[in-house]
């Protein structure tokens, strides 16, 4: 429980109401000073990746990263609650990455791409085939539609491991289930394999897509990346 909760819960919902307004106000003062800050880091940041790319090093982007660094990967998010100071970049990647053509090796992500609309998505894939370099490879690992549709129709759905590892045990019906799996935690477009190849290939007809396994790929810098084992749609899509 953070401390604002934890404050949050002495008071009675009408106070919270009567100073809701107040709060909204002060965040907004917050977020106005703290704007040239975030400006000028993003900037400091934004040289600090091009000089990398300058050098010989091999270029990977750990996108959507949260709060999953990983060593020796530029870690990009938009979420500055709790990381701002421990990412490489923060970044809404909605509108594309800010880097130039061809100058990346590698680029990862995982439970990322289900947040975006189609649309961003689509933006988001695009602008990673431009900016990887040929032959330089996506790994997308998330979900997958097609397990979330058949756990509906399993029997035992109620026995499902995951439901007790994220505090889902109050869940009484499977329809409460996929309409949790559908709407919460920011998710836009839920994926199944036909549905990301049709979206890649809207994008790029000639990249080259893989299936993988959680864990596994050719590529050395691709092994044992993801972190859930609820990453069961994983692809690598290789730029022609
Ligand atoms: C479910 S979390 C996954 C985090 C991490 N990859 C993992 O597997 O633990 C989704 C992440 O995507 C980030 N995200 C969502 N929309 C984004 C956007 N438009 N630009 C950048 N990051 C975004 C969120 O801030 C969040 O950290």
Same mark, same amino acid.
């Given at each position: 429980m953070s401390v604002y909760s934890y404050l949050k819960s002495f008071q009675s919902e009408e106070t919270q109401k009567k100073y809701y307004p107040l709060k909204v106000s002060i965040?907004?003062?917050?977020?106005?000073?703290?704007?040239?800050f975030r400006f000028f880091l993003t900037l400091?940041?934004?040289y600090k990746i091009k000089k990398r790319i300058h050098s010989k090093e091999v270029i990977k982007l750990n996108l959507g990263c949260g709060t999953d660094y990983k060593e020796g990967w530029i870690n990009i998010d938009n979420n500055?609650? &709790?990381n701002i100071s421990k990412l490489d970049l923060n970044w809404n990647l909605s509108r594309g990455l800010p880097f130039p053509?061809?100058?990346v090796d590698f680029i990862f992500n995982e439970h990322f791409l289900e947040h975006l609309s189609v649309e961003q998505g689509k933006v988001f894939l695009k602008s990673c085939l431009k900016v990887l370099k040929p032959g330089g490879v996506i790994r997308i690992a998330m979900p997958d539609l097609a397990k979330t549709v058949a756990s509906y129709y399993d029997e035992h759905w109620k026995e499902n491991p995951s439901?007790?590892?994220?505090n889902l045990t109050f869940i009484k019906t499977r329809a409460e289930k996929i309409n949790i799996s559908f709407r919460w935690w920011g998710h836009q477009w839920l994926y199944d &394999?036909?549905?990301l190849e049709r979206r890649i290939r809207e994008v790029d007809s000639s990249a080259i897509i893989t299936k993988c396994n959680n864990g596994k790929s050719d590529y050395s810098e691709l092994c044992g990346l993801e972190t859930r084992?609820?990453?069961i749609l994983i692809v690598e899509v290789t730029k022609g």
């Open positions: 965040l907004k003062v917050f977020y106005f000073l703290v704007a040239p400091h940041n934004l500055s609650d &709790y053509a061809n100058s439901l007790k590892k994220f &394999y036909e549905e084992d609820e990453s």
